[in-house]
Nanobody
Framework: QVQLEESGGGLVQPGGSLKLACVAS????????MAWYRQPPGKQRELVAHITSDTPHYADSVKGRFTISRDNAENTVYLQMNSLQPDDTAVYYC????????????WGQGTQVTVSS
């Protein structure tokens, strides 16, 4: 089975930066979409950014601050987060949609990002 593992979360002060990584492993033939979601405490999970065929898309709240990138050879997606603010505090989840022939969705276990002084 395909598994996702996130890394790079932690505690950072406002204005700081973090870079998250998510590695997909297992029986992977193709990946059509990789994405980052986040879930702040007491709130719904929301889409932060996703990248499909090297084309990135961002939520309005993170445009200009976050950058999503993808290493297809390593089945890895990154999220570079700059100018972090307390509202960015959340558990960040990696999401992958596998292409043919399996056509499966997979979620990572989540990594905590805390922005606080």
């Amino acid at each position: 089975q395909v598994q996702l593992e996130e890394s790079g979360g932690g505690l950072v002060q406002p204005g700081g930066s973090l870079k998250l990584a998510c590695v997909a492993s297992g029986r992977i033939f193709s990946i059509v979409t990789m994405a980052w979601y986040r879930q702040p405490p007491g709130k719904q999970r929301e889409l932060v950014a996703h990248i499909t065929s090297d084309t990135p898309h961002y939520a309005d709240s993170v445009k200009g601050r976050f950058t999503i990138s993808r290493d297809n050879a390593e089945n890895t997606v990154y999220l570079q987060m700059n100018s972090l603010q307390p509202d960015d505090t959340a558990v960040y989840y990696c999401y992958v949609r596998l292409g043919p022939p399996r056509m499966l969705d997979r979620w990572g276990q989540g990594t905590q990002v805390t922005v606080s002084s």
